[in-house]
């Protein structure tokens, strides 16, 4: 048995361990993947308008992108919360939508690049085609532009991993939320919260690495 | 003398006509009130010193250009602007795009899509502009790509192959959608001397085989003379001599004809 007063007890650390994984990591782990995914379609979606809708539509579009990006994820997600809260039963739901729409604007810019990276000729062989523009798109422009843009768009979803934790603020029972609630019950923080932490570690950093060898193989 | 492949044309029958053509960049006036008519089935090709607006003009014919004035019709239909009611009209998109479904173009850096294989590439508009079914599409596909010595390779992504393999398949690419124009500008120039022939001979083999309009840019003189009907000189934006190739090229009047002509032969 470890002393009660040492700085780590492997006790607490075992007892916390369950509820990390199986509660807390599950729900980041959800945020992560469905708002990694609303930002992906989204973000493509925002990127072709931006590029292809006319100005009084564009427009408009830039200003709420520029604005999305330019506040604090925290201050969105209290806000969104604040005014949701009465509509939306869950919280999670809230702030996967939150992330992901905050995360859609980070992956329009990474989708736009990817999208001018296309050299002009490939639109001219299409023109020169008649391809309609829809099939432009689908067939000949957004493939070539999603080639260039998976490694940046991978390292977006492993910030958006690693700021799940945000999700604490509108009381989500995400990994952070779950190691807080066992210090404060046992007054017991040092494991719960060195665990989450190597818990981030654990998955993040291996999906780095899958990303730089996807970067590699795409490049 | 090289045998000319040429044929006249349907004497009378317009397919590209420009009236009044009017292109500006900005302040920059390239063509100023162009007026030229290929007629169905005629070979033309445009010689000119460089920036004289030869590309434009073909830019122009493939709607990769958008008129500044004036207007261009395809086989009698009005293809960027129409007159209606006295007023010149813009025509949208979709509709600019029937009438280019008859023409097709080779572009100089030959613009394969790279994400697609040399077979995709070619059945690509077939089965997605004229909607034939897959299967037609490739059986017509694997035609082209013997006609133009590519057949082997049509499941190679274009990243493989050389520059003048490339750009046969684009050639193949686009007589896959039975065009009635072609357009060519420079589709030699951007190869090693050592590919330019095997294009070249390709070209002349459509040339003979089809009734094809062809409106070509190229400083390939002896193909020129070859396969064109008749050969406009342009300079700063409009034709300053034209006529058929062997008067052209061996008996210019234009002053200015024969110092293009000693600078490039
Ligand atoms: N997109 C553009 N923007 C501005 N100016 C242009 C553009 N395209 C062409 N021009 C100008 O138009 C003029 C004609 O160009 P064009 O490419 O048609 O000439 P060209 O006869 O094909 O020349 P070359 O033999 O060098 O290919 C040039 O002065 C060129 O600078
Ligand atoms: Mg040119």
């Known amino acids: 048995m470890t002393p009660q007063n040492s700085w780590w007890s492997w006790d607490h650390a075992f007892a916390v361990l369950p509820d990390l994984l199986f509660e807390g990591f599950k729900i980041t782990l959800v945020a992560t993947v469905l708002g990694t995914l609303i930002a992906l379609v989204l973000g493509l979606v925002v990127a072709i308008i931006r590029r292809s809708a006319p100005r009084i539509i564009s427009t408009p579009f830039t200003w709420v992108v520029e604005f999305i990006r330019m506040t604090p994820l925290v201050v969105q997600l209290v806000f969104a919360n604040l005014v949701l809260s009465p509509y939306v ?131 | ?63 990769l250009e958008e008129l500044t004035g004036g207007y261009i019709d395809i086989a009698g239909n009005p293809l960027q602007y129409e007159e209606q009611g006295g007023k010149r009209v813009r025509i949208p998109d979709k509709r600019r795009r029937r009438t280019t479904t008859d023409i097709g173009m080779v572009f100089q850096h030959f613009n394969l899509f790279p994400n697609m294989t040399v077979m995709e590439n ?48 684009a050639i193949a690419r686009a007589l896959a959608m039975d065009p009635e124009i072609l357009l060519l500008d420079e589709v030699t120039s951007a190869l090693d001397p050592e590919l330019v022939g095997e294009v070249l001979a390709v070209l002349k083999d459509i040339a003979a085989e089809t009734d094809i309009s062809m409106l ?42 024969q110092d293009f002509l000693r600078a490039v032969l």
């Open chain 1, 89 to 219: 039963d869950s919280s999670l739901s809230i702030g996967i939508w939150v992330l992901g729409i905050h995360y859609t604007t980070y992956m329009a810019e990474v989708y736009r690049a990817g999208i001018d990276s296309v050299p002009k000729g490939q639109w001219e062989a299409a023109t020169a085609l008649s391809l309609p523009r829809m099939r432009t798109w689908r067939a000949v422009v957004v493939p070539q532009a999603i080639r260039n843009t998976v490694p940046a768009l991978g390292n977006y979803a492993i910030s958006m991993f690693k700021e799940t934790p945000f999700l604490f603020v509108i009381y989500v029972p995400e990994l952070l939320n779950v190691a807080q609630n066992y210090g404060s019950t046992y007054f017991r923080y040092t494991e719960a919260i060195t665990l989450a932490g190597l818990i981030f570690l654990a998955a993040s950093y291996p999906t780095s690495l899958l990303i730089r060898r996807l970067e590699k193989k795409l490049a």
């Open chain 2, 1 to 63: 003398m090289p045998e000319n492949t040429a044929h006249p044309g349907v004497p009378g029958v317009p397919h590209i006509e420009f009236r009044d053509v009017v292109k500006k960049f900005g302040d920059n006036t390239v063509l100023d009130d162009l007026n030229f008519t290929v007629t169905k089935g005629e070979r033309v090709t445009l010689i000119g010193p460089s920036g004289s607006g030869k590309t434009t003009i073909l830019r122009l014919v493939m709607t």
């Open chain 2, 122 to 169: 070619i059945i690509e508009a077939p089965v997605n502009v004229m909607g034939l079914k897959k299967a037609e599409a490739e059986a017509k596909a694997e035609t082209l790509l013997d006609k133009v010595g590519m057949g082997w390779k049509k499941d190679a992504r274009p990243s493989e192959l050389s520059g003048g393999q490339q750009q046969r398949i």
């Open chain 2, 216 to 257: 070509i840019v190229t400083h390939e003189m002896q193909f020129a003379r070859e396969v064109s009907d008749r050969v406009m000189m342009f300079d700063k934006g409009s034709v300053i001599e034209e006529g058929l190739p062997d008067k052209i090229f061996s008996e210019p009047e234009n002053q200015r004809t």
